[in-house]
């Protein structure tokens, strides 16, 4: 998609250190990471089955994924980057990113994990102490929705803005956040 590539285009600088939240097969952190030299990338998914979210690409039962074991997911995505020393591979949910990752250390953040209004929610609160002030929080998907969603990521990332008065731009399906403190 060319506006995830312009989002790291623009928003994400040669050198940084930043964590993606759900990575799946890790194509995102692969596009990251062949588009720009990073110094440190977190890469944080659970992989992991959760059967209370039957729609989504990880509950188990989504049609296109129903057969996918998440630990081979995991396994494989530990293969894909064991070259490439400054990819660290986080298996955790993201409710415990703080235990990972100091305050300040981040120069951005891209949030692609559970993405219910209040696990977005959730998710910028933990990532708005982690990223530098100057530094961004970036989101997928800003307009999806599902039954279980509450209002998805666009209610969360409109509440938050609106909350810490911070500066919003939707750049087709991705939000960018200018994490000012
Ligand atoms: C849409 S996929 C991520 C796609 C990836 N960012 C990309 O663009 O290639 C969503 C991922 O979020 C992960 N996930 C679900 N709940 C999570 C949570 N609570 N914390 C972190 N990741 C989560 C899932 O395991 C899944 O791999």
Not at 25 to 52: H, M, R, V
Not at 89 to 101: A, E, F, G, M
């Amino acid at each position: 998609m060319p506006h995830r590539k312009h989002l790291i285009n623009q928003y994400i600088e040669e050198g940084s250190i930043g964590v993606e939240i759900g990575v799946w097969t890790g194509e995102f952190t692969n596009l990251i990471i062949s588009s720009k030299n990073i110094k440190k990338l977190y890469a944080l998914d659970p992989w992991i089955s959760q059967p209370k979210y039957p729609g989504r690409w990880y509950g188990g039962k989504h049609p296109k994924f129903k057969n996918t074991k998440m630990d081979g997911v995991y396994e494989n995505v530990k293969k894909r980057f064991k070259d490439n020393k400054n990819v660290h591979l986080l298996r955790d949910y993201s409710t415990h990113i703080c235990k990972h990752i100091k305050v300040n250390e981040l120069d951005w953040a891209y949030i692609d994990g559970n993405h219910s209004c209040e696990f977005v929610t959730e998710d910028l609160e933990n990532c708005r102490k982690l990223v530098k002030n100057g530094g961004y929080l970036l989101c997928d998907d800003y307009h999806w929705k599902d039954p279980q969603a509450n209002g998805g990521p666009k209610k969360a990332i409109q509440h938050f803005c609106k909350k810490y008065n911070l500066p919003l731009k939707v750049i087709k399906t991705q939000a960018v956040i200018k994490n000012i403190k």
